[in-house]
Protein backbone atom coordinates (compact mmCIF):
# COMPACT_ATOMS: atom_id res chain seq x y z
CA UNK A 1 0.00 0.00 0.00
CA UNK A 2 0.62 3.62 0.14
CA UNK A 3 3.12 5.17 2.25
CA UNK A 4 3.81 8.98 2.99
CA UNK A 5 6.81 10.59 4.75
CA UNK A 6 5.91 14.03 6.31
CA UNK A 7 8.68 16.30 7.05
CA UNK A 8 9.75 18.34 9.43
CA UNK A 9 7.26 17.21 12.13
CA UNK A 10 7.73 20.55 14.36
CA UNK A 11 8.33 24.01 12.25
CA UNK A 12 9.05 27.11 13.78
CA UNK A 13 9.45 30.26 11.52
CA UNK A 14 9.39 34.16 12.21
CA UNK A 15 6.24 36.02 11.22
CA UNK A 16 6.88 37.74 7.23
CA UNK A 17 9.41 34.21 6.87
CA UNK A 18 8.57 32.01 4.12
CA UNK A 19 7.85 27.88 5.47
CA UNK A 20 8.25 24.69 3.34
CA UNK A 21 6.85 21.47 4.38
CA UNK A 22 8.37 18.13 2.58
CA UNK A 23 5.93 14.89 1.69
CA UNK A 24 7.21 11.84 -0.22
CA UNK A 25 4.85 9.02 -1.39
CA UNK A 26 5.98 5.73 -2.67
CA UNK A 27 2.95 4.62 -4.60
CA UNK A 28 3.69 5.57 -8.25
CA UNK A 29 0.06 5.25 -8.78
CA UNK A 30 -0.84 7.83 -6.99
CA UNK A 31 -1.77 11.07 -8.73
CA UNK A 32 -4.17 13.39 -6.21
CA UNK A 33 -2.04 15.12 -3.91
CA UNK A 34 -4.33 17.42 -1.04
CA UNK A 35 -3.13 19.18 2.02
CA UNK A 36 -5.19 20.20 4.73
CA UNK A 37 -4.68 22.62 7.69
CA UNK A 38 -6.02 21.96 10.89
CA UNK A 39 -6.18 24.39 13.90
CA UNK A 40 -7.52 23.96 17.66
CA UNK A 41 -10.53 22.70 17.82
CA UNK A 42 -11.46 21.43 14.50
CA UNK A 43 -11.36 19.14 11.93
CA UNK A 44 -8.79 19.26 8.76
CA UNK A 45 -9.65 21.45 6.30
CA UNK A 46 -8.09 21.64 1.97
CA UNK A 47 -6.35 24.72 1.49
CA UNK A 48 -4.83 23.17 -1.45
CA UNK A 49 -4.53 20.24 -3.87
CA UNK A 50 -2.49 19.21 -6.58
CA UNK A 51 -3.24 16.79 -9.51
CA UNK A 52 -0.22 14.83 -11.26
CA UNK A 53 -0.78 16.27 -14.53
CA UNK A 54 0.39 19.83 -12.95
CA UNK A 55 3.75 20.77 -11.64
CA UNK A 56 3.02 23.65 -9.39
CA UNK A 57 -0.34 25.38 -8.26
CA UNK A 58 -0.50 28.36 -6.05
CA UNK A 59 -3.09 29.98 -4.62
CA UNK A 60 -2.09 33.83 -2.80
CA UNK A 61 0.48 33.06 -0.40
CA UNK A 62 0.25 29.34 -0.55
CA UNK A 63 1.74 26.63 -3.22
CA UNK A 64 2.33 23.01 -3.73
CA UNK A 65 5.05 21.64 -6.11
CA UNK A 66 5.22 18.25 -7.20
CA UNK A 67 8.17 15.97 -8.72
CA UNK A 68 6.26 12.67 -9.69
CA UNK A 69 9.68 11.66 -11.16
CA UNK A 70 11.52 12.03 -7.52
CA UNK A 71 7.93 11.11 -5.59
CA UNK A 72 7.78 13.83 -3.43
CA UNK A 73 5.74 17.15 -3.17
CA UNK A 74 5.88 20.20 -0.45
CA UNK A 75 3.92 22.69 0.85
CA UNK A 76 5.43 26.31 0.53
CA UNK A 77 3.76 29.53 2.80
CA UNK A 78 5.21 33.12 1.69
CA UNK A 79 5.14 36.12 4.25
CA UNK A 80 3.52 33.69 7.38
CA UNK A 81 1.02 35.20 9.28
CA UNK A 82 0.27 34.24 13.19
CA UNK A 83 -3.13 32.48 11.91
CA UNK A 84 -0.69 30.35 9.80
CA UNK A 85 0.00 27.97 13.13
CA UNK A 86 -1.89 24.98 13.04
CA UNK A 87 -1.15 21.19 12.11
CA UNK A 88 -0.73 20.82 8.58
CA UNK A 89 -1.16 17.28 6.83
CA UNK A 90 -0.12 16.05 3.24
CA UNK A 91 -2.45 12.98 1.82
CA UNK A 92 -1.62 10.80 -1.27
CA UNK A 93 -4.00 8.94 -3.17
CA UNK A 94 -4.91 7.61 -6.46
CA UNK A 95 -7.35 9.55 -9.04
CA UNK A 96 -9.88 7.15 -8.79
CA UNK A 97 -13.02 7.57 -6.30
CA UNK A 98 -12.58 3.55 -5.16
CA UNK A 99 -9.42 4.57 -3.43
CA UNK A 100 -8.47 5.98 0.28
CA UNK A 101 -6.39 8.56 1.29
CA UNK A 102 -3.09 7.75 2.94
CA UNK A 103 -2.08 11.25 5.69
CA UNK A 104 1.61 12.05 6.59
CA UNK A 105 1.89 12.67 10.35
CA UNK A 106 1.39 16.46 10.30
CA UNK A 107 3.62 19.12 10.96
CA UNK A 108 3.13 21.61 13.91
CA UNK A 109 3.76 25.13 12.09
CA UNK A 110 4.36 28.24 14.75
CA UNK A 111 4.93 31.38 13.58
CA UNK A 112 6.28 33.68 16.07
CA UNK A 113 4.81 37.52 16.11
CA UNK B 1 -17.66 25.82 3.24
CA UNK B 2 -17.99 21.69 4.79
CA UNK B 3 -21.45 21.06 5.76
CA UNK B 4 -20.51 18.02 7.86
CA UNK B 5 -21.61 17.53 11.86
CA UNK B 6 -20.47 15.65 14.82
CA UNK B 7 -22.08 15.38 18.33
CA UNK B 8 -20.74 15.51 20.64
CA UNK B 9 -18.56 17.65 20.39
CA UNK B 10 -17.04 16.44 24.06
CA UNK B 11 -18.05 13.45 26.38
CA UNK B 12 -17.01 12.08 29.12
CA UNK B 13 -18.28 8.67 29.93
CA UNK B 14 -17.05 5.39 32.47
CA UNK B 15 -15.92 2.26 31.71
CA UNK B 16 -18.03 -0.58 30.29
CA UNK B 17 -20.62 2.21 28.83
CA UNK B 18 -22.42 1.99 25.39
CA UNK B 19 -21.73 5.14 23.45
CA UNK B 20 -22.64 6.46 19.43
CA UNK B 21 -21.07 9.05 18.27
CA UNK B 22 -22.89 10.87 15.47
CA UNK B 23 -21.88 12.15 11.78
CA UNK B 24 -24.06 13.62 9.48
CA UNK B 25 -23.71 15.58 6.18
CA UNK B 26 -25.56 17.14 3.72
CA UNK B 27 -23.36 17.28 1.15
CA UNK B 28 -24.89 13.96 -0.55
CA UNK B 29 -21.65 12.59 -0.30
CA UNK B 30 -21.97 8.37 -0.94
CA UNK B 31 -18.15 8.10 0.76
CA UNK B 32 -17.85 8.65 4.70
CA UNK B 33 -14.99 7.94 6.89
CA UNK B 34 -14.37 7.76 10.32
CA UNK B 35 -10.20 8.74 11.72
CA UNK B 36 -9.02 8.72 15.16
CA UNK B 37 -6.90 10.88 15.61
CA UNK B 38 -3.75 10.37 18.59
CA UNK B 39 -2.27 13.03 20.99
CA UNK B 40 0.77 13.26 18.30
CA UNK B 41 -1.76 14.37 15.93
CA UNK B 42 -1.46 11.33 13.56
CA UNK B 43 -4.67 10.32 11.31
CA UNK B 44 -5.83 6.69 11.47
CA UNK B 45 -8.74 5.34 9.41
CA UNK B 46 -10.86 2.96 11.75
CA UNK B 47 -13.53 2.61 9.60
CA UNK B 48 -15.54 3.93 6.01
CA UNK B 49 -18.22 3.60 3.53
CA UNK B 50 -19.10 3.50 -0.19
CA UNK B 51 -22.80 3.97 0.28
CA UNK B 52 -25.78 2.95 2.17
CA UNK B 53 -25.21 -0.69 3.59
CA UNK B 54 -21.54 -0.68 2.97
CA UNK B 55 -19.24 -0.74 5.64
CA UNK B 56 -15.29 -1.13 5.62
CA UNK B 57 -12.71 -1.50 8.25
CA UNK B 58 -10.41 0.65 7.82
CA UNK B 59 -6.03 0.29 8.46
CA UNK B 60 -6.60 0.80 12.41
CA UNK B 61 -7.93 -2.33 13.95
CA UNK B 62 -10.57 -0.45 16.21
CA UNK B 63 -13.61 -2.02 18.50
CA UNK B 64 -16.01 0.28 17.51
CA UNK B 65 -18.41 -0.39 14.88
CA UNK B 66 -20.57 1.29 12.54
CA UNK B 67 -23.75 1.28 10.14
CA UNK B 68 -25.06 3.72 7.25
CA UNK B 69 -28.55 3.11 7.05
CA UNK B 70 -28.71 6.73 5.61
CA UNK B 71 -26.66 8.21 3.38
CA UNK B 72 -26.67 11.37 5.20
CA UNK B 73 -25.54 9.71 8.49
CA UNK B 74 -22.47 7.51 9.48
CA UNK B 75 -23.15 6.58 13.22
CA UNK B 76 -19.55 4.89 15.12
CA UNK B 77 -20.69 3.14 18.25
CA UNK B 78 -18.48 1.66 21.04
CA UNK B 79 -20.77 -1.34 22.85
CA UNK B 80 -18.35 -1.04 25.69
CA UNK B 81 -16.39 1.74 26.56
CA UNK B 82 -12.34 1.79 27.91
CA UNK B 83 -9.72 4.34 28.78
CA UNK B 84 -7.97 3.00 25.57
CA UNK B 85 -10.90 4.08 23.43
CA UNK B 86 -9.92 7.98 24.85
CA UNK B 87 -9.38 9.81 21.46
CA UNK B 88 -10.20 12.16 19.47
CA UNK B 89 -13.09 11.11 16.24
CA UNK B 90 -12.93 12.72 12.79
CA UNK B 91 -15.78 11.95 10.62
CA UNK B 92 -15.24 12.93 7.11
CA UNK B 93 -16.75 12.67 3.68
CA UNK B 94 -15.74 13.16 -0.45
CA UNK B 95 -17.82 13.35 -3.11
CA UNK B 96 -18.12 10.15 -5.85
CA UNK B 97 -18.41 11.06 -9.04
CA UNK B 98 -15.47 12.84 -11.45
CA UNK B 99 -12.26 13.07 -10.42
CA UNK B 100 -11.09 12.40 -6.73
CA UNK B 101 -11.61 15.40 -4.61
CA UNK B 102 -10.84 15.88 -1.02
CA UNK B 103 -12.09 14.58 2.11
CA UNK B 104 -14.08 17.22 4.19
CA UNK B 105 -13.87 17.12 8.12
CA UNK B 106 -15.90 17.50 11.05
CA UNK B 107 -14.81 19.40 14.03
CA UNK B 108 -14.42 16.03 15.80
CA UNK B 109 -15.92 14.88 18.82
CA UNK B 110 -13.35 14.30 21.55
CA UNK B 111 -13.74 10.84 23.98
CA UNK B 112 -12.74 10.22 27.22
CA UNK B 113 -13.55 7.34 28.88
CA UNK B 114 -12.51 7.18 32.98
Known sequence: GENV???PSTLSVQEGDSAVIKCTYSDSASNYFPWYKQELGKGPQLII???SNVGEKKDQRIAVTLNKTAK?????ITETQPEDSAVY????SRNTNAGKSTFGDGT???VKP | EADI???PRYLVIGTGKKITLECSQTM??????????DPGMELHLIHYSYGVNSTEKGDLSSESTVSRIRTEHFPLTLESARPSHTSQYLCASSETTGLRGP????????LTVT
Open chain 1, 5 to 7: EQH
Open chain 1, 89 to 92: FCAA
Open chain 2, 103 to 110: LHFGNGTR
Open chain 1, 72 to 76: HFSLH
Open chain 1, 49 to 51: DIR
Open chain 2, 5 to 7: YQT
Open chain 2, 28 to 37: GHDKMYWYQQ
Open chain 1, 108 to 110: TLT
